[in-house]
């Protein structure tokens, strides 16, 4: 390893495979072979002692929290004083990010995808009360199962007060707000971040806006939909206010991953219509639209638009779950659909509609 | 049995024993904190509590597999004096503990979910070619809440080294039937065990883990076994293997509530296709995740409530066909129509139940209702 002589030992499970896969700043990465149970893992230590209370952080950050998208911690590894001078941490062995813009416009699914899993990474991390602060593309990589991990927690926080000593983190990432002294750091900032990504995976090359110092002086960025004509526009519109220069006008990071995933399932929902114990119609992508006509009872017309099932067209006396229909409303999940009115008593006819509500599967 | 490790043990001054939770045919099973990392952890330790290949080979084998549904390994450790493996903490209990104490069966749709989350597990097992083994109710960590929200696969560890009890249990078998004693580690394998086990149990593989999955689909759906437990299910399976057919009984709810008679009609050709008498025509892990991609089923929130009003006479006498639920958190009452009941008969005013809420007028609707023990 680099720098002056390690202070501590290295327990005698691990065997170094790679003593300086990464350094950098005021620490350096290697890889070690943890024979106890046979498996890579990586080494994480702080070189420059000034800066141990980064990796402090970084190791109660890690140890407070359970994400599917957060790397795993395993170990801490102390020195001679009883300072911990190490830590160990899971060995992701899956793709980087790094040239990821040059698959974005092939593939809009897996670039929203990948910001579906930031999204809720940086989701998990906040409602655990924990602000990243250096969240950029060289931290973030996939697993071997392909489910992408945020890693190098170095510079996180606590949520609210905790005010910048040197505006430690990289800058075109960095929020304009960051760039006032003496600025406290906020979940709103990893948000930023999360908008500075989005432009990083679409695109070779920074907008200029993003680059000034303050970001966006001059003028507010341009649309991601510039870099990425093909994604839908609430998915644009969403990256787009996540790099708002006022703080408070951003999205949390929950809605940002609960819309992600919204769009994700988009045209994999089915519906389906019951009456007497059988399916009387299936919506889905293949037949997107109904007209449902009960003698003269009611008729009622539904539309699936890909998201939602929604009504289009009804007549006056057609209710679900006892409330009259009108065109626009969605049906729910499940629901059941009287038609004729409470004053017809049981020649009423019934049919439940039971929608589908997919998964993001990773 | 005396517990190895007493509340307050410190291993290796890492982990401290918090309480013993339970013991499984193979293991002992603590929670811990890690004082390290100021967590809790799981810390399992093999029943002779000797050093033993097979536990650590376990291990390794667990380590190497990282996945949002399987429980993560964490940290492994022998000496001459214990062993132990440490694992991530699920907050909850295990499929076969939640099924005998809180259900009478899972309604398809809660079914579909518990069993779309094991199969994302196995396919994650299965690219890493690693087979479980052992997979049973019991090697199934869910969380205590009412949707079993999380699902986490376990006991890769364990399942190695049951894997060799297993085999001589079964030589043993194969010698004197007697030998199947409520004891063995082989007793609570035997209702998931694939035909082929019995023949060849060394070459048994990955389409083993199907077959267990289909039985336990099967046991979600109806409450029970599909080949009964014990030396009942060594004979349906052979009697089954001799016919060459598998004559599984539909679950007795199945085509009694309209609003999911298509989802049962999906989910039990899945189930049939996993328990194929031929490892051959079984669907791999990816493809039972594709089919139940394809199946309709609400993931909605599930509530835990109390049947508070049920059949309520009209004027002309006739009972009326719905009641109301009351949440026991919230304490709102809300409507239900017997159709969305999933239980035995009819609904009977303070049994307790499980259920997603949907808006209606004047009431919101529940749908659909569990019925728990």
Same mark, same amino acid.
């Given at each position: 390893?680099?720098?002056?002589?390690?202070?501590?030992?290295?327990?005698?499970?691990?065997?170094?495979?790679?003593?300086?896969?990464?350094?950098?700043?005021?620490?350096?990465?290697?890889?070690?072979?943890?024979r106890?149970? $046979?498996?890579?893992?990586?080494?994480?230590?702080?070189?420059?002692?000034?800066?141990?209370?980064?990796?402090?952080?970084?190791?109660?950050?890690?140890?407070?929290?359970?994400?599917?998208?957060?790397? $795993?911690?395993?170990?801490?590894?102390?020195?001679?004083?009883?300072?911990?001078?190490?830590?160990?941490?899971?060995?992701?062995?899956?793709? $980087?990010?790094?040239?990821?813009?040059?698959?974005?416009?092939? *593939?809009?699914?897996?670039?929203?995808?990948?910001?579906?899993?930031l999204?809720?990474?940086?989701?998990?991390?906040?409602?655990?009360?924990?602000?990243?602060?250096?969240?950029?593309?060289?931290?973030?990589?996939?697993?071997?199962?392909?489910?992408?991990?945020?890693?190098?927690?170095?510079?996180?926080?606590? #949520?609210?007060?905790?005010? #910048?000593? *040197? *505006?430690?983190?990289?800058?075109?990432?960095?929020?304009?707000?960051?760039?006032?002294?003496?600025?406290?750091?906020?979940?709103?900032?990893?948000?930023?971040?999360?908008?500075?990504?989005?432009?990083a995976?679409?695109?070779?090359?920074?907008?200029?806006?993003?680059?000034e110092?303050?970001?966006?002086?001059?003028?507010?960025?341009c649309?991601?939909?510039?870099?990425?004509?093909?994604?839908?526009?609430?998915?644009?519109?969403?990256?787009?206010?996540?790099?708002?220069?006022?703080?408070?006008?951003?999205?949390?990071?929950?809605?940002?991953?609960?819309?992600?995933?919204?769009?994700l399932?988009?045209?994999?929902?089915?519906?389906?219509?019951?009456?007497?114990?059988?399916?009387?119609?299936?919506?889905?992508?293949?037949? #997107?639209?109904?007209?449902?006509?009960?003698?003269?009872?009611?008729?009622?017309?539904?539309?699936?638009?890909?998201?939602?099932?929604r009504?289009?067209?009804?007549?006056v006396?057609?209710?679900? *779950?006892?409330?009259?229909?009108?065109?626009?409303?969605?049906?729910?999940?499940?629901?059941?659909?009287?038609?004729?009115?409470?004053?017809?008593?049981?020649?009423?006819?019934?049919?439940?509609?039971?929608?589908?509500?997919?998964?993001?599967v990773? | 049995?005396?517990?190895?490790?007493?509340?307050?043990?410190?291993?290796?001054?890492?982990?401290?024993?918090?309480?013993?939770?339970?013991?499984?045919?193979?293991?002992?099973?603590?929670?811990?904190?890690?004082?390290?990392?100021?967590?809790?952890?799981?810390?399992?330790?093999?029943?002779?509590?000797v050093?033993?290949?097979?536990?650590?080979?376990?291990?390794?084998?667990?380590?190497?597999?990282?996945?949002?549904?399987?429980?993560?390994?964490?940290?492994y450790?022998?000496?001459?004096?214990?062993?132990?493996?440490?694992?991530?903490?699920?907050?909850?209990?295990?499929?076969?503990?939640?099924?005998?104490?809180?259900?009478?069966?899972?309604?398809p749709?809660?079914?579909?979910?518990?069993?779309?989350?094991? &199969?994302?597990?196995?396919h994650?097992?299965?690219?890493?070619?690693?087979?479980?083994?052992?997979?049973?109710?019991?090697?199934?960590?869910?969380?205590?809440?009412?949707?079993?929200?999380?699902?986490?696969?376990?006991?890769?560890?364990?399942?190695?080294?049951?894997?060799?009890?297993?085999?001589?249990?079964?030589?043993?078998?194969?010698?004197?039937?007697?030998?199947?004693?409520?004891?063995?580690?082989?007793?609570? &394998?035997?209702?998931?065990?694939?035909?082929e086990c019995?023949?060849?149990?060394?070459?048994?593989?990955?389409?083993?883990?199907?077959?267990?999955?289909?039985?336990? &689909?099967? %046991?979600?759906?109806?409450?029970?076994?599909?080949?009964? !437990?014990?030396?009942?299910?060594?004979?349906?399976?052979?009697?089954?293997?001799?016919?060459?057919?598998?004559?599984? %009984?539909?679950?007795?709810?199945?085509?009694?509530?309209?609003?999911?008679?298509?989802?049962?009609?999906?989910?039990?050709?899945?189930?049939?296709?996993?328990?194929?008498?031929?490892?051959?025509?079984r669907?791999?892990?990816? %493809?039972?995740i594709? &089919?139940?991609?394809?199946?309709c089923?609400?993931?909605?929130?599930r509530?835990l409530?109390?049947?508070?009003?049920?059949?309520?006479?009209?004027?002309s !006498?006739?009972?009326?066909?719905?009641?109301r639920?009351?949440?026991?958190?919230?304490?709102?009452?809300?409507?239900?129509?017997?159709?969305?009941?999933?239980?035995?008969?009819?609904?009977?005013?303070?049994?307790?139940?499980?259920?997603?809420v949907?808006?209606?007028?004047?009431?919101?609707?529940?749908?659909?209702?569990?019925?728990?023990?």
């Amino acid at each position: 390893m680099n720098g002056p002589a390690p202070t501590f030992e290295l327990p005698s499970r691990y065997s170094v495979l790679d003593a300086n896969l990464a350094s950098g700043g005021f620490g350096s990465v290697a890889k070690l072979q943890d024979r106890f149970l $046979d498996r890579a893992v990586l080494f994480k230590t702080i070189i420059d002692a000034d800066h141990s209370d980064q990796l402090l952080r970084e190791v109660r950050a890690l140890s407070r929290l359970r994400s599917r998208h957060v790397v $795993d911690i395993y170990d801490v590894i102390q020195d001679r004083n009883g300072q911990i001078a190490g830590m160990v941490i899971e060995y992701l062995t899956g793709r $980087d990010y790094s040239s990821f813009h040059s698959e974005a416009a092939k *593939n809009a699914y897996a670039y929203m995808r990948t910001l579906y899993q930031l999204a809720a990474a940086i989701s998990d991390l906040h409602a655990a009360g924990i602000v990243h602060r250096d969240i950029k593309l060289e931290n973030l990589k996939d697993s071997a199962a392909g489910i992408l991990k945020l890693f190098d927690f170095g510079l996180s926080s606590p #949520t609210g007060g905790y005010q #910048t000593v *040197n *505006n430690r983190g990289t800058y075109v990432y960095a929020a304009p707000e960051l760039f006032v002294k003496g600025a406290t750091i906020t979940p709103e900032m990893d948000v930023y971040a999360f908008g500075v990504c989005a432009w990083a995976l679409a695109a070779p090359t920074w907008p200029t806006e993003l680059c000034e110092r303050p970001p966006q002086s001059s003028s507010k960025v341009c649309s991601i939909s510039k870099a990425l004509p093909q994604l839908p526009t609430e998915i644009a519109n969403l990256i787009d206010l996540s790099l708002s220069v006022d703080p408070r006008e951003r999205p949390p990071a929950s809605d940002l991953a609960t819309l992600l995933a919204k769009v994700l399932v988009r045209n994999s929902h089915r519906g389906n219509f019951i009456e007497s114990n059988r399916s009387i119609y299936e919506l889905s992508q293949q037949k #997107t639209g109904v007209k449902l006509t009960i003698g003269n009872l009611g008729e009622l017309r539904v539309a699936y638009d890909g998201l939602v099932f929604r009504v289009t067209a009804v007549s006056v006396g057609v209710y679900a *779950n006892n409330v009259q229909l009108a065109a626009g409303m969605v049906l729910h999940d499940s629901c059941v659909l009287t038609f004729g009115q409470p004053a017809l008593g049981a020649q009423r006819q019934f049919v439940s509609f039971f929608s589908s509500h997919p998964e993001v599967v990773l | 049995m005396a517990q190895r490790f007493a509340p307050g043990t410190l291993l290796i001054d890492r982990y401290l024993i918090d309480s013993y939770h339970n013991a499984g045919g193979m293991q002992e099973v603590y929670r811990c904190h890690d004082i390290s990392l100021d967590r809790p952890a799981v810390v399992k330790t093999p029943k002779d509590g000797v050093k033993d290949r097979r536990f650590r080979r376990g291990a390794e084998m667990g380590a190497r597999v990282n996945h949002p549904n399987i429980a993560a390994t964490y940290d492994y450790y022998e000496d001459e004096d214990v062993t132990f493996l440490v694992e991530e903490f699920v907050p909850g209990r295990d499929l076969g503990r939640r099924l005998s104490s809180d259900y009478y069966f899972l309604d398809p749709g809660l079914a579909a979910h518990v069993v779309h989350h094991i &199969a994302r597990a196995l396919h994650e097992a299965h690219r890493a070619e690693i087979c479980h083994r052992d997979l049973k109710p019991s090697n199934v960590m869910v969380s205590d809440d009412a949707s079993l929200y999380t699902i986490k696969l376990t006991d890769f560890g364990i399942a190695k080294l049951a894997e060799s009890a297993i085999a001589t249990e079964m030589s043993e078998w194969k010698r004197d039937e007697a030998t199947l004693t409520t004891s063995s580690t082989l007793l609570g &394998a035997v209702p998931y065990m694939a035909p082929e086990c019995w023949s060849d149990w060394k070459s048994a593989g990955q389409p083993m883990d199907i077959w267990a999955l289909g039985c336990i &689909a099967y %046991q979600l759906l109806s409450g029970n076994l599909p080949f009964g !437990g014990g030396a009942v299910a060594i004979a349906n399976v052979v009697r089954a293997e001799a016919a060459g057919i598998v004559n599984l %009984q539909k679950p007795a709810t199945f085509g009694t509530h309209a609003s999911t008679i298509k989802l049962e009609s999906d989910i039990w050709a899945l189930v049939l296709s996993c328990i194929a008498l031929d490892p051959a025509n079984r669907p791999s892990a990816k %493809q039972v995740i594709e &089919a139940c991609d394809a199946l309709c089923y609400s993931s909605s929130e599930r509530m835990l409530g109390e049947i508070i009003e049920y059949g309520i006479p009209y004027d002309s !006498g006739v009972k009326r066909k719905t009641g109301r639920i009351r949440n026991l958190v919230s304490k709102s009452a809300d409507f239900f129509h017997g159709s969305e009941f999933y239980g035995s008969g009819i609904p009977k005013v303070g049994q307790k139940v499980s259920y997603s809420v949907y808006p209606g007028a004047p009431w919101d609707r529940c749908s659909p209702v569990l019925l728990l023990r």
